[in-house]
């Protein structure tokens, strides 16, 4: 059974970090590219970062650049998301995806974490 399951999420006042970490489990987890996404309420769903399978090459979102660091690690089956200087936009339900690669569909995801950036 392919379960991605996000975690990390919470409350932090702008200017604070959070760490979001991706579990998986029930599929090849290197052979995958992982993305993180984000939707806002009203919003659609956006891209935020993603690692590629092959050579850990990493894709931020330019609003995120020099704030957010995504990371992984094959043998724990993990994916990470260092989120620093926040920002009350960045507010959003996060989500880790499973794809082939990072520019095409993704095949497999989570469920979500919440993230609230406010004073």
């Known amino acids: 059974q392919v379960q991605l399951v996000e975690s990390g999420g919470g409350l932090v006042q702008p200017g604070g970090s959070l760490r979001l970490s991706c579990a998986a489990s029930g599929f090849r987890f290197r052979n995958y590219a992982i993305g993180w996404f984000r939707q806002a309420p009203g919003k659609e769903r956006e891209g935020v970062s993603c690692i590629s399978s092959s050579d850990s090459s990493t894709y931020l979102k330019d609003s995120v650049k020099g704030r957010f660091t995504i990371s992984r690690d094959n043998a724990k089956n993990r994916v990470y998301l260092q989120m620093n200087s926040l920002e009350p936009e960045d507010t959003a339900v996060y989500y880790c995806?499973?794809?082939?690669?990072?520019?095409?569909?993704?095949?497999?995801w989570g469920q979500g974490t919440q993230v609230t950036v406010s004073s």
């Open positions: 995806a499973a794809g082939t690669s990072c520019l095409r569909g993704y095949a497999y």
